[in-house]
């Protein structure tokens, strides 16, 4: 079945620093792919989306490109702050309007 | 416009018990979804509604059950509450379940099963 795959957590870097957080997956089809966020205490926040190949989703600095020959959609952003800190969440979306989750990636950025 | 909203925020259970758990949205999505987060897995579907009065299983449905009597409302109930559903529950909806359609989330609601 579909699946999402993230690197593991947790991501701790220096405030300005450079940041890419892994994501591949598997899927029949071309699906949707999102990049979620969420604060401390929060529920999840739409990042990012792309919904073809060699689509580039971008927003408040983050970046990520749909790579069909790879099957990835990697998390960007050039220079990270204290308030990026949250968890960032892969998803795709299933045929039928299910999201798939990967598990999730920590960032910790410190000043 | 408050989006989505999920009651209670916290509760603890004893094994055994029952609640529900409720989702409003302000949005007139027709789409409703209520996921489990559990610490590295991600969010896992348990059961979603394509309209009112609808109601489907998700990936991980056991020991949950769902209505969707208002369009706008959304509830999860645990009949029989396990320790083994200890977890933050969260509910989202859709306007449709196109491919572009983004899944709004609500904050949450951490359960305890004691």
């Known amino acids: 079945g579909d699946s999402v795959t993230q690197m593991e957590g947790p991501v701790t870097l220096s405030e300005e620093a450079f940041l890419t957080i892994n994501c591949t997956y598997t899927?029949?089809?071309?699906?949707?792919l999102f990049w979620y966020v969420q604060y401390p205490g929060e529920g999840l926040q739409l990042l990012l989306k792309?919904?073809?190949?060699?689509d580039k989703g971008s927003n408040k600095g983050f970046e990520a490109t749909y790579r069909k020959e790879t099957t990835s959609f990697h998390l960007e952003k050039g220079s990270v702050q204290v308030s990026d800190s949250a968890v960032y969440f892969c998803a795709l979306l299933h045929r039928g309007g299910k999201l798939i989750f990967g598990q999730g990636t920590e960032l910790s950025v410190k000043p | 416009n408050a989006g989505v909203t999920q009651t209670p925020k916290f509760r603890v259970l004893k094994t055994g018990q029952s609640m529900t758990l409720l989702c409003a949205q302000d949005?007139?999505?027709?789409?409703m979804y209520w996921y489990r987060q559990d610490p590295g897995m991600g969010l896992r579907l348990i059961h979603y509604s394509v309209g009112e009065g609808t109601t489907a299983k998700g990936e991980v449905p056991d020991g949950y059950n769902v209505s969707r009597l208002k369009k706008q409302n959304f509830l999860l109930g645990l009949e029989s509450a396990a320790p083994s559903q200890t977890s933050v529950y969260f509910c989202?909806?859709?306007?449709?379940?196109?491919?572009?359609?983004?899944?709004?989330f609500g904050p949450g609601t951490r359960l305890t099963v004691l």
């Open positions: 949005m007139n999505h027709e789409y």
């Open positions: 989202a909806s859709s306007l449709l379940a196109e491919l572009r359609n983004e899944q709004f």
């Open positions: 792309a919904t073809k190949a060699d």
């Open positions: 899927a029949t089809g071309y699906p949707s």
